[in-house]
């Protein structure tokens, strides 16, 4: 029995909740995409899908994840935070991770504003510096979203071939 159309179906459903999962922090949207390309590669017994394209979407996939918690952090410093202001940053967005969707977008911007406020009583500057790790988590997130569209498209591309 030929199961190649389950398969076809079941790495399309991944790819799907992979794509929203880039955009919302309930699922892991990059690794769910690429858990689907590589059942369908391994489906396809990579005939059409290329092992080299699998791979570098893999790095990507996996780059994700390391964007998702340092691009705040790095988008902290950028607005000038100072080191607690960045330390808070890095371990709000640890904290967050235990809280779920809204922990990953609050725990950042908490973080940073309690460590720079520690630094600087100075409500403004802090304010800006958890603006930074906001804006760092859209970064992320647009990032996220640009890996799952490419896997994506490439599954789409490898289906019509």
Known sequence: MDYSIFWNI???ILIFG?????LLPLLPGPPLAMAGLLIYAIAERFTSVSPWVVGALALLTLSTILVDVFAPVLAAKGYKASRLGVIGSF????VGLWFGPLGIIVGPF???FVG???FNP????????A???FVGFVVGTVFKLVVTVAIAFYFVYALIR
């Open 91 to 94: 371990v709000g967005a640890i």
């Open 110 to 112: 908490v973080g940073a």
């Open 131 to 133: 603006w930074g790790t």
């Open 10 to 12: 079941l790495a399309g």
């Open 18 to 22: 992979g794509f929203l999962g880039a």
């Open 122 to 129: 100075d409500a403004a500057r802090a304010l800006r510096s």
């Open 116 to 118: 720079e406020y520690f």
